[in-house]
């Protein structure tokens, strides 16, 4: 049989546990839903056309010129992975991750934008931003701006 002193020992070291867990992970509330909705646009908008006629897989594989597939591997990878990797995993760290990285991707999609709005007077492929492009864009601004609050919300 354990002492009331054994007991109270016992009782803070599973507080302590449990506060050392909470401060590592991030309370997603409404946002869980919100990021998961703006990652399924931006996957559908990697089916649609980008950039003159390539689809934003084939803009990731390369198709369409350096600026558009940076933009399209910034915004798979932070806004997709990453953002599975903090929705599975609730890390704090990642989450920041996820915010700085998804502004990144974001001022990258408006380079993409302009580069196919102003790439006819270098002869790159262009001939404007397809929807799936603007699409992306918008999703990617969306999923920063979501993991900016998540990462900001912790106390």
Known sequence: MSTPDESVDELGADVDQVVRKASRTVDLGHRALVVSVAVLVLMIGMLLPWAGGHVGWQVLGGAAGPIPQL??????GFGVLGSMLVLITRRWWIAWG???GGW?????GMLAIWSQQSSQASGAVGGGPGAGL???????VVIAFQWMRAAWSRS
């Open 134 to 140: 603007i699409l992306a864009v918008i999703a990617t």
């Open 98 to 100: 996820c915010a700085i």
């Open 71 to 76: 933009f399209a591997v910034t915004s798979t």
């Open 104 to 108: 990144f991707a974001s001022v990258d």
